[in-house]
């Protein structure tokens, strides 16, 4: 350990007397290292990372299949029936997200509220930080306790982290909802990457988000569940108990329950059906990002390799006392090694600045809540440390090898003077060179391409609705307003010839490029002019 000392203390005085090159190896490698950091750290919040919960491990999300839509929401009648009857789900909590006004005084704001079963959070294993948690009493039908917990963010930055504020009043959709509790600071909601601000018993559904309609009836989808495996179950014997209840019930009851199913999947941070096209961009991104830092590094290494023809008479004199190549390759790896980690510090730093500024900047539409996770955990510890090892012997091995196989006799009989032929030092640059234009060009010809891949598509009056002057202009919905479970068309009815604004040709939801990101499966229909399918969608 005490030559390691000795060659990370020369390699500090070294970069000291070389200000300039010091400071361009740490901001160039700073930028590669920050944005590849960036982006794995928002792959692992999303994609990686377990819910922050007791169960995680154990946690499925159920989903009502419908029409081939795989991540459909089902009625509260049909989930209490999968809950009374499957025995291999230990629990099950019944749970939607939607949006409410809320007042604690004079202003009024809108806040996340997720509607949540009286066991949720006890299915989740999640204790309150302050006060106490829901309990099936505040879920009562036809008696639920206005009660509510609110969460840490909402507590700080809405009510100034008072210590009073178990017994605290708000106003939600104009009714008062007493807060019981403050959740933990690592608990977000179902969905991580979604911030809640508040939860409410699910029985209090017709004061935050009023429809008319019982919740108990059978065909009025609105509603996703979480639900806890038994101990040793897994997903499939879970999915088959499941089909054979559902199938149980279709028997017993045919023309009330035609047509229902369920499907199973472990529960992650991101909503399901945004996962798959999350992960192809982020790996899309993290390739990218890792091209421009092996660029970085070609860069930084072929300034490198100039100074080992610089030193050359350092290392003969080195090399005449008895110093081996491989302590030669040391040496220059411990000097990489200090400027790499140097790197790294200001990279991360700057990519906890880029994710934030990502998120003001470049928020996913009608996600106003999309808050991802970012603690530290032992995948992102490997990952720097990986990141730095594989930088260090981009840019410094080739240097350092050059550096043990430096010819000795030459510059001590030069008496100083560099008498390293040309042609040698020629080849090793030339291909730095040729990988830096290789890696820009691919880098240019990838944003050119995303670039033109998301420029809007030329407007076409193919299938598109025809307007005049007396016709009624429809209100188009937006995402948020159907995951909050409002109906999708006001003012002129949806049909299948009028297209999407900037569709080229085929009418939504078949392409439209627009609504890719949004959940159009998953939002409740209030249309009562024609029945219901069993799993609770029209």
């Not at 006004?101 to 809108?110: F, H, I, K, N, V």
Request: proline fraction near 6%; charge should be positive.
């Amino acid at each position: 350990m005490s030559g390691f000392q000795r060659d990370v203390g020369y390699a500090l005085r070294l970069a000291r007397r070389r200000p300039a090159l010091t400071l361009l190896t740490v901001v160039t490698l700073a930028v590669g290292i920050g944005g590849t950091s960036a982006i794995f750290s928002f792959a692992n919040s999303l994609l990686l990372r377990p819910l922050p919960v007791a169960y995680a491990d154990r946690l499925v999300r159920i989903f009502g299949l419908q029409g081939g839509r795989p991540y459909d929401v089902s009625s509260y009648a049909n989930l209490s029936d999968l809950a009374a009857r499957v025995t291999q789900l230990e629990a099950m909590a019944i749970h939607q997200q939607t949006s409410s006004a809320y007042s604690l005084g004079e202003d009024s704001e809108t806040a996340a509220i997720e509607l949540v079963s009286g066991n949720y959070f006890s299915m989740l294993g999640v204790s309150a930080a302050r006060g106490r948690a829901l309990d099936p009493s505040d879920d009562v039908p036809g008696g639920a306790q206005a009660v509510a917990i609110i969460s840490d963010a909402w507590w700080r930055t809405r009510l100034g982290a008072r210590e009073d504020v178990v017994g605290h009043t708000v106003h939600l959709n104009g009714a008062a909802f007493t807060v019981v509790g403050v959740a933990p600071s690592t608990f977000h909601g179902s969905y991580d990457a979604l911030g809640t601000d508040l939860w409410v018993p699910l029985m209090t559904y017709d004061v935050v988000r009023p429809r008319g309609l019982p919740i108990t009836r059978r065909g009025w989808g609105w509603l996703s569940a979480t639900a806890r495996l038994a101990p040793g179950v897994t997903v499939a014997e879970a999915q088959s108990a499941v089909d054979r209840v559902t199938e149980e019930l279709t028997a017993a009851s045919p023309r009330e329950h035609a047509g229902l199913k369920f499907s199973l999947v472990p529960a992650a941070a991101l909503p399901e059906e945004m996962g798959p096209a999350v992960g192809r961009v982020l790996l899309f991104a993290l390739a990218v990002a890792a091209l421009a830092l092996v660029a970085a590094c070609a860069n930084i290494a072929n300034a490198q390799l100039a100074t080992v023809f610089d030193r050359t008479r350092e290392i003969a004199i080195r090399r005449a006392m008895g110093a081996t190549r491989a302590r030669i390759v040391r040496q220059w790896l411990s000097e990489s090694l200090v400027l790499t980690t140097a790197a790294a510090v200001v990279g991360t730093l700057g990519a906890m600045w880029l994710q934030d500024a990502a998120l003001m900047v470049g928020r996913p539409v009608d996600l106003a809540n999309f808050s991802p996770a970012r603690a530290t955990d032992l995948r992102l510890v490997l990952f720097a440390a990986g990141i730095v090892g594989m930088v260090t012997v981009l840019f410094g091995g080739l240097p350092a090898l050059r550096a043990a196989t430096a010819d000795v006799a030459e510059p001590l009989k030069a008496d100083g003077a560099t008498t390293t032929p040309a042609a040698r030092r020629t080849w090793a640059q030339a291909a730095l060179v040729i990988a830096q234009v290789g890696v820009s060009v691919a880098l240019v010809a990838t944003s050119l391409l995303v670039r033109g891949a998301s420029r809007p598509p030329a407007r076409s009056t193919w299938g598109s609705m025809p307007r005049t002057s007396s016709s009624p202009r429809p209100t188009w919905p937006t995402s948020a307003s159907m995951r909050r479970g409002a109906a999708p068309i006001t003012g002129r009815r949806w049909s299948a010839s009028a297209a999407c604004l900037g569709c080229v040709g085929w009418p939504w939801p078949r392409s439209c490029r627009s609504w890719s990101a949004t959940r159009p499966s998953r939002f409740e229909s209030t249309d009562t002019s024609r029945p219901m399918a069993a799993g609770g969608s029209w």
